[in-house]
Nanobody
Framework: QVQLVESGGGLVQAGGSLRLSCAAS????????MGWYRQAPGKQRELVAN???????KYADSVKGRFTISRDTAENAVYLQMNSLKPEDTAVYYC??????????????WGQGTQVTVSS
C-alpha cells in the first residue's frame, strides 16, 4: 500500500536546516518527476521543488536559494535540503512521484507527509 515514505521533518529554530528524504518503492516503474509539496494550515498545497528524469529542477520562488532538491534514481529516492529556514516554511511536506504508463499517461503517487515546524 505504502509506495512513498518520507522522513526528516521536525522542529527547528529560524535559520536552521533540515533534510527531508523520500524513498519510492522499486515497484514504481518509469518514474519521471519526483518532488516535494507542502501545505500550511488554512492554505492550499503548493509545489516546493521538483526534479525530472534528466535532473532539471524547479523551485517555488519563496524557497529559491535556500532549498536544494536532489535524487538518487537507482534507489528511487528524492531529497530536499532546507537551509535558512523561516517560520513561513512551517507546513506538512509531501513527497510526490509521477510515473508514466504504457501510453505515456501520468500516475501520481503521494507520501503520508512529514511535519516541518520552524520557530521564530
Amino acid at each position: 500500500q505504502v509506495q512513498l515514505v518520507e522522513s526528516g521533518g521536525g522542529l527547528v529554530q529560524a535559520g536552521g536546516s533540515l533534510r527531508l528524504s523520500c524513498a519510492a518503492s522499486r515497484t514504481i516503474f518509469n518514474v519521471n518527476t519526483m518532488g516535494w509539496y507542502r501545505q500550511a494550515p488554512g492554505k492550499q498545497r503548493e509545489l516546493v521543488a521538483n526534479i525530472n528524469s534528466v535532473s532539471s529542477t524547479k523551485y517555488a520562488d519563496s524557497v529559491k536559494g535556500r532549498f536544494t532538491i536532489s535524487r538518487d534514481t537507482a534507489e528511487n529516492a528524492v531529497y530536499l535540503q532546507m537551509n535558512s529556514l523561516k517560520p513561513e516554511d512551517t507546513a506538512v511536506y509531501y513527497c510526490n512521484a509521477v510515473s508514466l504508463g504504457y501510453y505515456g499517461d501520468p500516475h501520481d503517487y503521494w507520501g503520508q507527509g512529514t511535519q516541518v515546524t520552524v520557530s521564530s
